[in-house]
């Protein structure tokens, strides 16, 4: 590169802040020695990811991790040429100093496995070579329903491990990446540590022990809507007994629901953080139950907080239907695409336009608005960015902008992540990094939750940015707040008489009222 900075159409530079846990999956725990799924190699006689250990473990300095992490990728393939017909190891040389899978080279995955986040939305791929491809599973619904039918490891609320045993595990802190690490998800040969406890207690890079939503110092408010409420009440504050403790916080499963997935399609929204137009969002839970369980208050905790036994965390992934993308008005087999709102037409699902589905980065994602009252919720971005968005739809948290146009990870930190991170010390941190990036805008030093005011304005003494003096939000921080979560796209540029007048303090005093915990 030049070294110079990426300017701003203004001639600004572009600057960011944030962290990411950029880690990697946990597949050499199970792929590789004495894991379940190398055993289970070996049990079948495939022998190559034994020949890919000794080969590596002949040279002095390759550490027994980095030995274990090509095992585990030679033992995938392995697996997979066996259970599934394909011939990615039919040239694999254990002898090779190069390339070790001779003709048939780089194996992706997302050549027969479409991906949003890879961009691999055409499959197969038509530029992959060495191997025959063939239009497969996404890659979401692959990985997760093979691996939940095979290892569901259930904690001892029936939870799954398995979510936070194979997605990245490791603290920033290398001491903590070991057994002697009471919060480890697994040993390190994949097994289950929490069988008989609270998963939710466990920790690891990519959420659990990290996040807000995991952690028990959390302070409100919360906003949480109908839903919300019934997550905190019936999840976070239960033990994995089900009786009353000391919050707990959610897990995967409790966001990545069949609930939030039926919230999304029945939205048709025409303004985002009044939430106006036909939602389920806004609703009482008498009245949400009936909409997705069909008033089976047992069918809908069922969904809600999936668990291992009913089948359902392994549905959610198997039983998926796609979301609308857009409707057909077309006759005798033509196109004629229309919004996916449209009053007449055929659905196209999401499906039938990526091969990813509408998985990662698109509509079956979580959104803060399942839970969170508005306008705490994601920006209605109009369906320009396909397949992140939809119009009349909520965009995704790590894509909508709020207070203005200022993305939401600017003041919240990035999803799995947000402030305020559990802090267990500087050495038993899952991720000091995050931690110690609130503590360097925090008004006092100490506060580590979203970013306050004080970071980008000068403030009055309740904490209130000095443009609202003279306004009833000057007395009221957390009305402020909310004013600032209901600014969009343009509201920045309205003078302040303009603003309080579209944004009422009584409305924004009311939502802090309903919604502090």
Known sequence: GTGKAINNPDGTAVSYFGTNPVDIPNCYSCHSRTGKAAQMARDEGLKQGDAEYAYWKTYPDTSEYMARLAEGSINILALHDSHHGTTFLSDYDSNAAGNRLGKVGFVNCTDCHGDNVSGNLQEPRVTASGYKTVKAKALSEAIHGFHLAMVP????????????????????????????NPFRVTDRYGEGRFSKGDIRNSGGGCYVRRDAHSNPNAKPPFFLNAYGKWQLENVSMKDEHGKDSEMRGLYCTNCHSKVAQALYI????????????????????????????????KKFSAIADPKVGTGEVLSYYMDHKSAPLVKNVGKDGKLDLKPWNHKTGGDVPYAAASAGNDWWLSASEPHCADCHLAPFVEQDTGGKYFPIDQPNKYSLYRYSKAHGNIACQTCHESTHGLYSTRYDGDERSVDVTTHQQALQYSPDGKYAGPITCSACHAVNKNGVAVQLEGTEYANDYWASVTLAHFMREGDQKLSVKELVKKYPYKKSTQIVKDGWK
């Open 153 to 180: 490891m259930p904690d001892g609320a029936d939870r799954a491990q398995s979510c936070q045993s194979c997605h990245p595990t490791h603290f920033q802190n290398p001491n903590m990446n070991d057994d002697t």
């Open 266 to 297: 029945a939205d048709d929204l025409t303004h985002d953080s009044k939430q106006e137009g036909k939602t389920l969002r806004n609703k009482s839970l008498k009245d949400l139950v009936a909409a997705v369980a069909g008033g089976d208050m």
